[in-house]
Each structure stands twice: as structure tokens, then as C-alpha cells.
């Protein structure tokens, strides 16, 4: 038998996991496509308001101009920009953590802990969308609109809080499911902390880098 025949026979059973092997926890917060067309949205509302804000500083101050719908636009872009990321930023890990004292807890402890932030997360979320509804709902029957000459509705700035809240529910529902099926959802991506191999080697050689 040739030493080919020989490889390509083990080449099946090396490919076959073992049964009792534990499976590995998947990454919390791979939302693709979906995050980062959610993300855009958001940088652009962003930058447009940063642009106004500019255009609108430089002709007052400038060219003695203002603008009637820069104060507004600004308004209506921010608060859209802002509620939009609050799911997102979830799940990219971008809320702040303090976990000085959960992290010296007893494992059970901590998945405690992880499930009482994601049970407090969500209460906060249901609220904020919940409590919002009603106002959205009364500045649209009443067609109330801004003061000024754009007439822009109101209902379409307050509908940035339900939306932004549940898109903060649906991140802390499917963080407490990561973390009573698999373990910490609020974890940061491993960073390499390797230096490079010329800051490595000039370290031991106790030698300026510059």
C-alpha cells in the first residue's frame, strides 16, 4: 500500500469531532449585515448634523446669516443617530462595564450577576419604549408639528424612543440567553496583546525604541 493511501485513509477520521467534546460558545453579538447597515444610518445622521452645526456657526459669526431649519435639523438628526445605536452598541460591546467586584465572585455568583444586569436592562428598555408609545401616539392624532417654518411632525422625533428602546430590549433579551446558555455576554473581544517582534527584541535588548 502506497503512503498515499495510507494519508488519505486517516484523512476521514481526523475530520470527525469527537462525541463527548464540549462545543464552543459562539461569539455574543455577530450581527453582520445588520449592525453595520444600522451603524452607517447612524454615522451619517451624525455627520450630517455635525455639518450643519459648522455651516450654521460659520454664517453667523461669519457672513451674519442664519439658517431657520439648521437648530431643528440638528435637533431631529441627533436624537435619531443616538437611538438608533443603543442595540447596536450592545451588541459590538461598547456599553460600559464595571466588573471589579464580579469578577471575584463564584462562578455561579457571576452568571447571577450577568442575569440580574440583563433582567434590569430589559425592565429599563420595556419602559422606555413602553412609556413612549403614548406620547408618539397623541403628536400624531393631534398633528402637532415643530415651531419652525419646516413644520417637520413631532411624532417622527419622539419615534426614535420606542424604536431605540426596543432595539436596547432585543440586545439585553439575547444577552441573558448567551448568559444562561453559555457565559458572559458583556465579555470584550480577546485583544492580542503580543508586542511586535522589533519592540520585542529592542525590549531585551533594553534598547531605546526611537
Known sequence: MMASDLESARMPAARQPASGAPRAA?????????????????????LGATSIMMLEGFSRYVLNISYFWAEESVRFLMVWAFFLTL??????????????????????????????????????AFILAYSSIPQVHRF??????????????????????????????????????????????????????EPDAGVAAAMNRQEPLL
Open 87 to 124: 442595540g447596536v452598541a450592545g451588541f459590538r460591546q461598547y456599553h460600559i462595564r464595571t466588573e471589579l467586584l464580579v469578577q471575584r465572585l463564584p462562578a455561579a455568583a457571576q452568571r447571577a450577576a450577568w442575569l440580574l444586569s440583563c433582567a434590569a436592562g430589559m425592565v429599563f
Open 140 to 193: 400624531y392624532t393631534m398633528g402637532m408639528v415643530s415651531e419652525s417654518s419646516l413644520e417637520l411632525p413631532m411624532w417622527l422625533l419622539f419615534l426614535a424612543m420606542p424604536v431605540g428602546g426596543v432595539a436596547l430590549f432585543c440586545y439585553y433579551a439575547c444577552a441573558a440567553w448567551h448568559a444562561w446558555r453559555w457565559g458572559d455576554p458583556f465579555a470584550p473581544e480577546a485583544v492580542d496583546d
Open 26 to 46: 459562539p461569539r455574543f453579538g455577530g450581527l453582520g449585515w445588520a449592525s453595520r447597515l444600522v451603524l452607517a444610518v447612524a454615522t451619517i445622521m451624525a
